[in-house]
Structure formats: structure tokens, C-alpha cells
């Protein structure tokens, strides 16, 4: 990749100086500011497996940023880049992420060097197992003080696997189940954490262009429909988030960036056949509907309206960022911008949506997963019949009037069926989502427009946030 690492910040200095901008606009007493800023504790293990007929030794880390609130949350990434300065980095974007979507949870996050590719499922699978083991028997797994979820080379498999571990350890805990989010549907999962957090940021969208100001800001105008959208990563949050903006809301993917290269098309790349390309054949290459890019990276410069970021952080940098055409970022990965690369486009008026709202889709489901489990009842089972019972008295009235007014006013076709039918777990949690990021969204714009000395939404946000976390130190005492 190119990264011009040395004049460039690392991820965790990254976020201290976004942390930083935003404090200086605050009033808080300078101990507070400090304590929130640090990162309280980082666990980090080397354990090791016997494989392939020798053993072989791994090193993973659990962060734990903030406790004001318990469990503490984030997920669990298996990457080969994984170290202790980047776990501490999406830590600390987890506290002020839950605080700012109103996740009762302090901020963790967890992370293995490994590159999952390279090892067969049964293998992952002793991995997993043991890394879980070492993390659940500190109570870094656990139902109230720290539950986990998937993150970039993780998914239900793993999240299950770490489940079912923790089971196994604890055979009386009532809430064993809650002790890790993104679990499968059969094993405690919920419907809809899959594709949380894509259609988080699908919400983002929608909520930003539902204000015109601030879509003005960014220069562009209108809806979504016709966007041109890039998209770097089509793994769990790239796929779904590009998924629904193309076949939703009428958005056109023009460029889809992956590890091997890119794929452009100015009238339009089928995502799903991409995805399909990408999983019979690994990457991108010989992806016939489109051109093809040797060099991805170059694709997040192509002309487009919205830019979404959604693999990896430090994507766009001082390298590249003076060259990004389009007018709006969102940044659905973690840190994909660093804080140089923020100085430069904040400069030019691209309008930055930040990680910490953009992504917060998953923890959002994941909170939803969490109380379910506790609960140990699905959303809705208890309301649904009934309130299908009382639309059909309304429907049944209406069908009355019908009757008796004619060819004066008739029942719309559809209407009975989409009225009678109760929500289901996936509608609920759509609809819990969808409302927590059109009003985490309200918030921080609110604080966008109304002051002159916060000029984006990046430091809006960490304004919303971080008043929310002292808030709760102050209400500890602290
Ligand atoms: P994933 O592993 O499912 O997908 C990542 C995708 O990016 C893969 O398709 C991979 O091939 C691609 N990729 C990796 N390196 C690349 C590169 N250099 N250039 C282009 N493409 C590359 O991971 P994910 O869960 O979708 O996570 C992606 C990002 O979103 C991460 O930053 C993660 O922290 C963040 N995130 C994920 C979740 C979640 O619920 N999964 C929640 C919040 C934030």
C-alpha cells in the first residue's frame, strides 16, 4: 500500500489528535479529559497449538479502553497487521462509538495475528477455542464485563466457536449465550446482525441526505438515488452496504476496490455477481463485466459521489488524499482516514461521515443480540399475534365502509396484507436501527450547524460523545 509512514501518525496517534481537537472545544476539568483519553488496560497473550505436527505459537491482545460502562464491547479482528497500538486505537473508537448510539457499554476490542486464509476450518476452529479459553478465564469474555463480536477476518463461525467455549467453562451461567455478539441464528444469534453494519450505513446515508444543509455542504444535492458510489472491501460491511444503496435506493456502484485490485464501471458493477466472482475466485481479477485496475488503491481516487472506505484503516492518507475527488466520505471501516489525511480534506470541503457513526450499525444489532439473549426470548414473540389481532378489527371495519360505499372509496389492494402483518425479529431490529442512527446522526449534526467553532462532523461527533462519557465518570463521582 502506499503509506507515507513517516510523516503519518499511527492509528491510535490518530485518533488521540481527533480525541484532541475535539477536548479543546470542551470544558472539562483536565483529569477527566486525561482519563477518558487512555486506554485502561491491554491484555496481550501468546499461546500456542499443536498443528500440522509441531506447535505453533500465536500472539492476540484484549484492549480494554473504557469502563464507565459494563460489559465493555468491540470486536474480535484476525488480521496479520494486528498489534497492540491498533487494538488500543479501536478501543478507544468503541467507548465514544457506544456513547454516541447509546450502547450502555465501555469500549474494547480484541484482535489475533493470524491470516485466517491460511489455516483449515478445524484448525481455526483450536485456535479460536484456545484464544477464547485465555481471554474468558481473566473475564475478558463475559457476559457482564466484556463480550466480544466479529470484526475484519471474523464471523458467526468464530463467534460461535467463542460461545460455545465459554460454555463449556462456565456450565451453570444462566446468560452463558450473552457472552459474545454475532452468533449464528441457531446458536443465540439475531436476526439481522449480519448485514448490521452495511445497513447502518445505508441508514447514515439516508439520514444525511434527509438534510439538505448539510448535503449542501458537501456541494451535491438531491437523493441518493443516482449517486455514484466507490467501495473499498466487499467483505461483510462493503457487500451488504453496497448491496442495499444499489438495489434500495437507486445509488450506482461505479468501483469496487479489493486486496488483488479494482473494478470500475461507470454505468454500474452488479455487486452481487461480483461478490460471487470474488467468492469462487478469491479476488477481483478476471471479473469480465468491467475494467480491471492493477493498483485498487488508485481506484479511491475515481470520480464518483460518495467514497466508502469499508476494509481497513489508513486507506486514505497524506499520499492520497489531496487527490480524492469525491465530494462525501463515509467511513463504514475503522480509521480508514488518518488524521493528516483529514486535515487535507477537511480543507478542501469533502464532508467526512466518521467511523464512529458510520459503523456503528454492528454494535447497535449487537446490543439488540445482548438483550435478547439475557432475556432468553426472540423481540416480538410475546406482542406480534396481538397486535395482528388489533389491526384486524380496524381491517375488518374497513372492510365495512367498503362495502357499504362502493365505487366511492375502495380498500387499496395491498393495504390488508402489509397492515395485518406484525413485525418480525428482522423488521424490529431494522426498525431499532434505523431509528438509533437517524437520531445519533440529528445529534451530531445539531452540534455541527449550530457552532461556529466545529467545522465537521468528526469532531461533532466526538463533541456528542464525549460529553456523553463524562457525563457518566461525573455521575460515578469521578
Ligand atoms: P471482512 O473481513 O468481512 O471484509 C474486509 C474486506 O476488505 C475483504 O473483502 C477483504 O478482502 C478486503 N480487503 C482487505 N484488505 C484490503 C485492501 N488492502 N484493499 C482492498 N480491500 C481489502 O471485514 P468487515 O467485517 O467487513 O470489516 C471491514 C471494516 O469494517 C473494518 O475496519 C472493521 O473494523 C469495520 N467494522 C466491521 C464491523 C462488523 O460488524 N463486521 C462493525 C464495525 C466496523
Known sequence: MNMTAAKEPSFRESVDLMFNRAVALMDLPPGLEEKIRVCNATYTVRFGVRLRGQIQTFTGYRSVHSEHMEPVKGGIRYATGVNQDEVEALAALMTYKCALVETPFGGSKGGLKIDPRQYEEYELEMITRRFAYELAKRDLINPSQNVPAPDMGTGEREMAWIADQYARMNTTDINARACVTGKPPHAGGIAGRVEATGRGVQYALREFFRHPQDVARSGMQGTLDGKKVVVQGLGNVGYHAAKFLNAEDGASIVGIIERDGALVDDKGLDVEAVRNWIGRHGGVRGYADGTY??????????????????????????????????????????????????????????????????????????????????????????????????????????????????????????????????????????????????????????????????????????????????????????
Not at 456503528?360 to 426470548?377: C, D, P, Q, R
Not at 360505499?405 to 426498525?431: I, N, Q
Open 293 to 478: 485496475v492493477e493498483d485498487g488503491a488508485t481506484v479511491l481516487e475515481h470520480d464518483c459521489d460518495i467514497l466508502i472506505p469499508a476494509a481497513m484503516e489508513g486507506v486514505i492518507n497524506l499520499s492520497n488524499a489531496h487527490r480524492i475527488k469525491a465530494p462525501l466520505i463515509i467511513e463504514a471501516a475503522n480509521g480508514p482516514v488518518t488524521a493528516g489525511a483529514d486535515d487535507v480534506l477537511r480543507e478542501k470541503g469533502t464532508v467526512i461521515i466518521p467511523d464512529m457513526y458510520a459503523n456503528a450499525g454492528g454494535v447497535t444489532v449487537s446490543y439488540f443480540e445482548w438483550v435478547k439473549n439475557l432475556s432468553h426470548i426472540r423481540f416480538g414473540r410475546m406482542g406480534r399475534r396481538q397486535e395482528e389481532a388489533r389491526h384486524q378489527l380496524i381491517v375488518d371495519e374497513l372492510a365495512k365502509l367498503d362495502q357499504h360505499l362502493g365505487d366511492a372509496w375502495t380498500m387499496s389492494p395491498d393495504f390488508k396484507d402489509k397492515y395485518l402483518r406484525g413485525a418480525d425479529e428482522l423488521e424490529l431490529v431494522r426498525s431499532g436501527l434505523d431509528d438509533t442512527m437517524r437520531i445519533a446522526y440529528q445529534a451530531c449534526s445539531e452540534v455541527w450547524n449550530s457552532r461556529d467553532d466545529v467545522n465537521d462532523l468528526r469532531t461533532a461527533s466526538y463533541l456528542v460523545a464525549i460529553d456523553r462519557v463524562a457525563t457518566s465518570y461525573r455521575a460515578k463521582g469521578l
